[in-house]
């Protein structure tokens, strides 16, 4: 891979100028000044740069191993993470009480996308120790939180969430992992997980697991999962580390990417765990950091989309191959640079309105982390909560579709070459694979978004959305060069109710309707979302264009992005209306024994 | 990957019953009847089924090594190679005068479908030698024939093909490899080729390889090539093998798939080879198996869509999660088979409509590689050809981009499981993404179409192919279940008219309107070719059905699938139309330098 240069100046754009995160900073934490935001910003891409986005492609190549029992990690992770650790990293955005520095989570996850873009597989190990921090936080008892944050949140120790089973992965009512009281207030933990990332390492001393199990007397489905923290080791009375608790990895998946993160079957054989939270309610619980996790995993969409087409963007103006059409581009040369060809250009506005269109869709999401978590009135915080429940699931299916679609077409611009290991887009793309697969598919999100979200709630959920389209739309301060934006955002806008109505009038009827749609209205609304952010995101352009701001070329490149995806993106809604509309029975029609003869 | 079941029963629908094969075969080679025609292709399925698809994980897992100069294939490959070789299969198609068993093109085609659907990496050692052994029929000197052609076609001997240079490979104009005549009238050949696919093996005695380079007084591009036939070991006069030759594998290319095929970087170091053709006219005499190379690549898509579509179908027939939103379809189970959940019905039927689709598609232009070379009058040979010229690109780039998309389908259909290596899907989509860049990336077989072939052409060499649609929705013989296919075949033959014009008028004004356009235009005529295909398909289906069938399933499921393909897939050419129509500008406006900042 080419050497990464995190895109700090797009990330100030869609901070700073779009979303205002200065104002928003001030409400919420008001020693985060543009300039020390910015500050921790560049600290971090050096970091990111520099130490761990040369990690990425050994880490690729050298993946872990397990020896007698112990997982070691690709030479490199570990002084990493120390170097992480030392520079207070993993506490950014954790509660003060325990240690951490108490900034907001909407700063930690634009730190993750830089770490991400670098080294995916490296961020995973800070990245899931993030939600089990943060399930401890919400729902742990004063005890536990004690024991177990403050090492975490210094990274002194690592955390992981353990949920899937062989048998089980979106139906986790079929958990088998059994929890039984041994007397003393603690549980013994008996069972198998599996795909655990981040199960075991050499990184850090101590790891928490996250885990979900059964008590003896639970209900059978959904209803009897509990939550409970098991850590590798015991810890004593006064914090240190006791024995080895009976947890251990089984072995280490063989996985088609993110090779450098040790995703690990993990075997509870009478592991000492206590319990998380209320009894039974461990799924109930588990949804305040999925939906973190969720707009993490949207973050892996972001990170291989940008670090592709950095990757393509280099090759295609360095690669010498053919003339253009309509004359020579490097008249001196033996042939013009690739970037010259309308096809490869086609290719990179693609990766580059969606990255830059994803990044900006992710940023207005963490906004409203925040908003939901420290807004001074209820009302405002259910209003953030809201839009965020109805944004997370857009996110992360949306995000990583395309993500993987981009990674793609980066490959694609190096033609056979991005098939062989040496450019790193080859990985990318490998990497990148998973994230439409955990954290819920995209047909969960999608049943999310249209069946639990949408449709369940007649429609309200929409509304804050809705509404700040029609805002943007009629606002009288317009440009005029806005125009074409806002009447498509228009009419798409009263196009979107009406499906949602469409759909909601046949899933009466007929509940397969849901399902059956569900996918492609998904990815219907994320297009509209992103074609109203990137209409937002040309009248910022057009405003600082009327200054005599020094950075025309910056903000006319987004006025060209913000037209191209209008043009060459959006149209995708007019096939989804259409295969939306067509409705269940064409999917349903087919017995299932009859897919093949 | 669960045990691959060729698809026999769909392949004889499609050349049976479709495309009426066995009275096509009566034409060209009398012998073939029905009956002997699916006994070659049972005996090639069990072939492929029992030997080839156990080692397509294995040879993947192993891969190639280099040992001591020489290329060890898979364990396994080179037995199942000389199995290959004694029961005849590599003679199948080739000329009878050199050993070939002279049955046609076609025969081969869908051979070689079974045998790249069973194990692809495996299946490019033959492959490869197809190509060789089809350009030294065509262009070799009699003393050339009589050298290479028996051992190439009776297998003893392998062939390659020697393009792409480190500097280039869309671009050929470029390559630097020389060949100096020696003064014997042989040659000394000096340079590197790359990404030489089974350019070493184990698996045969002799590589012969079929090289482009430039004579010394070579004018400078395209028209300075030359192609050279080059053994790996020389010749002697009594066709027993001499002395090594001068060409030597430097390395292996490091892949993101296909490990089992030896892909390599090749020196030639004073290698001696002979002039094949006319020199200079290397470029051109390429071209004549470059077409057959394309329509191979296009079988690569099906193959992979094939068995993506196979692991996945049994995967979501067997794998309990969730229940069914209409009711428990395994009620005395734990949860429903995924299959009844729509979305996952979804990806299902769109992995199945397209795999068949393709291979409609492919057999089409199979049929007519047989009338180009065979038909009685130079009227039809020319027929022929024109259709293959326009229905190639169309079918090498649209089947190898929807190859992907099917193959990344069918991992999806497993969840976190796709990732993981046991389950085989995550090698299909490795293997499946070389696809659209090789024998020409999809980029290039979009202007080939557009450009080359359609505009310059005035649209002449679409006639053969609209008139098909034309024909076939003017036929008053039609059951009324085919008119909305009709009605929608005729709106869309129309619009692809007014397309193909809007952009020739653009063209003359801007030439880069042509590659903006391209890929896009490519997809759109596939799709409505892919529809074309679908609604013949209902249509003999229906007339099946009609009669006393006892395969009233199968037919019902040919129905069901095109239903689905006409709601569900061919709505994708309102988002085309709008794209192509929306010009070159929103492509090139952006300088080069202002893509990333």
Redesign the interface.
């Given at each position: 891979m080419s050497k990464i240069?995190l895109?700090l100046?797009?990330i100030e754009f869609a901070l700073f100028e779009l979303f205002h995160f200065e104002e928003h900073y001030a409400d919420y934490c008001p020693s985060l000044d543009r300039s020390l935001t910015k500050a921790l910003l560049n600290e971090s891409a050096r970091f990111c740069e520099d130490i761990l986005a040369p990690l990425s492609a050994s880490g690729d190549t050298e993946g872990c191993r397990l020896v007698d029992g112990e997982v070691i990690t690709p030479a490199g992770f570990k002084t990493a993470y120390q170097q992480y650790c030392d520079a207070g990293w993993p506490s950014l955005a954790r509660s003060a009480e325990f240690g951490g520095q108490g900034l907001p989570q909407s700063l930690g996850i634009v730190m993750n996308e830089l770490s991400a873009t670098a080294n995916y597989a490296w961020t995973m190990y800070p990245g899931l120790s993030q939600g089990a921090m943060h399930t401890i936080e919400s729902h742990g008892s004063d005890f536990q939180k004690q024991t177990y944050l403050p090492a975490l949140i210094s990274g002194e120790w690592t955390g992981t969430m353990c949920l899937?089973e062989a048998?089980?992965?979106?139906?986790l009512g079929?958990l088998k992992t059994k929890a039984t009281p041994v007397g003393d207030g603690s549980f013994s933990l008996t069972g198998t997980k599996i795909?655990i990332s981040s199960g075991d390492h050499d990184l850090a001393q101590n790891i928490v697991h996250i885990v979900l199990a059964r008590l003896p007397d639970a209900p059978a489905g959904t209803k009897g999962i509990s939550l409970f923290i098991v850590p590798k080791f015991t810890v004593n009375a006064d914090g240190s580390l006791g024995a080895r608790n009976g947890v251990s990895c089984g072995s280490l998946?063989?996985?088609?990417?993110i090779h450098g993160n040790a995703t690990c079957v993990l075997n509870f054989d009478g592991a000492v765990g206590t319990l998380l939270g209320e009894a039974n309610k461990g799924l109930h619980l588990m949804f305040t950091f999925m939906n973190l996790a969720r707009l993490g995993a949207a973050l892996q969409g972001i990170a291989h989309a940008e670090s592709g087409?950095?990757a393509a963007?280099n090759y295609s103006?360095e690669r010498?191959?053919?003339r253009?059409?309509?004359g020579a581009k490097n008249p001196t040369g033996?042939?013009d640079?690739i970037?010259?060809?309308?096809?490869?250009?086609?290719m990179?506005?693609t990766q580059?309105a969606l990255s830059e269109g994803m990044r900006m869709m992710a940023y207005f999401a963490a906004k409203r982390v925040d908003i939901a978590q420290h807004a001074a009135t209820p009302e405002k915080r259910q209003m953030a909560q809201d839009m965020l429940s109805v944004v997370t699931p857009i996110a992360k299916g949306f995000i990583t579709e395309l993500g993987?679609e981009s990674a793609?077409l980066a490959?694609?611009c190096f033609?056979?070459?991005?098939?062989?290991?040496?450019w790193g887009v080859?990985q990318n793309?490998?990497d990148c694979?998973?994230a439409?697969?955990?954290e819920g598919?995209?047909?969960v999100q999608?049943?999310d978004l249209l069946?639990r979200k949408i449709l369940l709630s007649d429609g309200k959920l929409m509304d804050g959305f809705t509404k700040c389209i029609q805002h943007f739309c009629q606002d009288p301060t317009n440009a005029p060069e806005l125009s074409p934006y806002a009447d498509s955002l228009t009419r798409l806008h009263t196009e979107w109710l009406g499906v949602t109505q469409h759909i909601g009038a046949l899933a009466q009827q007929?509940?397969?309707e849901?399902?059956?749609a569900?996918?492609d209205y998904l990815m219907y609304c994320g297009y509209i979302f992103m074609g109203y952010l990137w209409a937002r995101a040309a009248k910022t352009a057009l405003a600082a264009l009327a200054t005599s701001s020094d950075?025309q070329?910056?903000y006319?490149?987004k006025l060209?992005?913000a037209?191209?995806y209008f043009?060459?993106i959006l149209?995708?809604t007019?096939?989804l209306v259409?295969?939306i509309k067509?409705g269940?029975n064409?999917?349903?029609?087919?017995?299932?024994e009859?897919?093949?003869?």
């Open positions: 240069k895109p100046r797009d899937t048998h089980c992965g979106t139906d079929l795909f998946e063989h996985k088609m990417g087409f950095q963007l103006r010498l191959q053919g253009s059409l309509s033996v042939a640079p970037i010259s060809h309308p096809d490869v250009r086609r990179l506005m580059k993987f793609s490959l694609q033609g056979g070459h991005g098939y062989i290991k040496e080859e793309l490998r694979r998973i439409s697969l955990y598919t995209t047909g999608a049943l069946g007929n509940p397969d849901v399902g059956a569900s996918v950075e070329d910056f006319r490149a060209a992005t037209r191209f043009e060459r149209p995708r007019l096939t259409a295969t067509s269940a064409n999917l349903m029609e087919l017995p299932a009859q897919f093949a003869f």
